[in-house]
Nanobody, 115 residues
């Protein structure tokens, strides 16, 4: 059973920064890719950022230039550095890991950006 534990969420004013962490119970190199998703109330969960084992990254247009996904394989941890935060970034942020058999999800961490 894979466990993903997110941390680092909280409340911040617009323009501020937060760094989210996702610690995995398994070697993250065993996954095809690691992802960050978010879901705001009344909306569908959306993919925010992805990082592959090779280090290739991908971002949703709304966060490009502001968010950075990274990984520390030695710590089995993935990060999401979020800068220049906007009220519309307010959501529950989820870490996800994908292998050939399943997608695994963390419990989520709340990020609230006040104007």
């Amino acid at each position: 059973q894979v466990q993903l534990v997110e941390s680092g969420g909280g409340e911040v004013q617009a323009g501020g920064s937060l760094r989210l962490s996702c610690a995995a119970s398994r070697d993250i190199k065993s996954f095809n890719a690691m992802h960050w998703y978010r879901q705001a109330p009344g909306t569908q969960r959306e993919s925010v950022a992805t990082i592959t084992n090779g280090g290739t990254t991908k971002y949703v247009d709304s966060v490009k230039g502001r968010f950075t996904i990274s990984r520390d394989d030695a710590k089995n941890t993935v990060y999401l550095q979020m800068n220049s935060l906007k009220p519309e970034d307010t959501a529950v942020y989820y870490c996800a890991a994908v292998d050939f058999f399943a997608t695994y999800w963390g419990q989520g961490t709340q990020v609230t950006v006040s104007s």
